[in-house]
């Protein structure tokens, strides 16, 4: 991917080598007895909602494949996409917290975390945990992260929370000093915001250079943990995460495991050692994909996208059990962590049952 968007792919690439790798180790995927390889094909979206359709149209009209994954940055890039996949007929799976994706289109499937889930369950961590009286927040000005934003104030709001101040930011900002300036002067007790990785290394990056947090606690509703950990100032800070290592679920441990046996056998990988909790929605999405065709016995697009909306989808997820509506969503929650230490340790997590 070119444009400003760019750093996610540095975050796909290794799962794309994992995941063929997965396969290639199982024999293939499995279609009426007989094996097939994967391929995985990357286009680039160009980070932008023209170059999101563009692509798209390569993939579905041109190249005819089976089913088309990820889909860009934001909700906006992934309607793009939809408006060529779903009248083609093949199914899409995203990683989008755009709910409109599902309602709107008849063949898209949320494949790692669904709006709902990653607005609210840092906005109940916040209610239950900070248990804040002020708070503000700072997202970037696109749609999804726009309405994660509302969410959580929502949540906060009906809990007693004063939202002392709420912007948005445009893509591809990079000074936030006026944005800064004015939480400062707010100096709510919670700063949460919804983004894009480079964006919260500049937020966290100036705050500091502007004096420090103070008082503040900064919470990610978008999974910014793995990067702000690695940036000074980032100590104590909390965000929603697909996954940290150590952890003993089904689908978490299979997901470490095969990481580590494609490091072993790599040696040199640029995935490195251990992934990065940003990893998983790329992985989720794929996995999701070829649960789909294993379970449509078939590489027929149509066939697929029916098994995938059937409701007997589901597998072990490095976030738990996901198992796929008939509505295209899923059950998938994050986990809530915190940097300490320089690491990411998980400190809360929520089901369909606690999310309230």
């Keep these: 991917m070119t444009g400003f968007g760019a750093p996610a792919y540095l975050l796909a690439e290794p799962v794309i080598q994992l995941v063929e790798w997965q396969v290639e180790q199982m024999g293939g995927i499995k279609i009426g ?20 359709t563009k692509a798209s149209s390569k993939a579905i009209l041109q190249d005819k494949v089976t089913a088309v994954v990820w889909g860009g940055l934001s909700g906006a890039d992934g309607y793009g996409v939809a408006s060529v996949s779903d ?19 008849k063949y898209t499937v949320e494949s790692a975390l669904g709006f709902m889930e990653e607005a609210d369950d840092p906005a109940y961590f916040v209610r239950d945990n900070l248990k804040p009286k002020t708070v503000a927040f700072l997202s970037w000005q696109n749609k999804a992260d726009m309405e ?9 709001e009906a809990a007693g929370v004063k ?10 900002t990079t000074d936030f000093s006026s944005f800064i300036t004015k939480i400062r002067f707010e100096n709510p007790d919670v700063l949460m915001s919804c983004g894009y990785t480079s964006a919260f290394v500049g937020i966290v990056n100036q705050m500091m250079s502007l004096g420090g947090w103070g008082k503040t606690k900064f919470v990610s509703i978008t999974g910014a943990g793995s990067v702000i950990s ?25 997901f470490e495991d095969a990481w580590t046996a494609y490091y072993n056998a790599h040696p040199g990988w640029k995935g490195g050692k251990s992934p990065d909790s940003n990893n998983v929605p790329f992985y989720m999405c794929l996995w999701t994909a070829i649960h789909a065709i294993e379970l449509a016995n078939s590489t027929n697009p149509a066939d697929v996208a029916k098994a995938a909306r059937s409701g007997n989808l589901a597998w072990d997820s490095p976030c738990g ?7 295209g969503f899923n059950s998938a929650h994050p ?3 915190q940097v300490q230490s320089g690491k990411l340790v998980k400190v809360a997590a929520y089901t369909d049952a606690t999310a309230k």
Excluded: C
């Excluded at 994660?148 to 906060?156: G, H, I, P, Q, T």
């Excluded at 104590?236 to 089904?250: C, F, K």
């Design 33 to 52: 007895g007989v094996s097939h390889p994967l391929d995985i094909i990357p286009y680039d979206m160009e980070s932008s909602v023209s170059g999101a």
């Design 87 to 105: 009248p083609a007929g093949v199914p899409f799976f995203h990683y989008m917290g755009e709910d409109g994706l599902n309602t709107e289109y």
């Design 148 to 156: 994660m934003s509302e969410a959580a104030r929502k949540v906060l």
């Design 163 to 172: 939202t002392v101040y709420k912007e948005f930011y445009a893509s591809g």
């Design 230 to 254: 690695t940036v000074p100032g980032g100590e104590g800070m909390y965000s929603e995460a697909y996954w940290v290592p150590g952890q003993t679920t089904t689908g978490a441990k299979a």
């Design 321 to 327: 059990p996901l198992k796929v509506t008939p509505d």
């Design 335 to 337: 986990i809530i962590v």
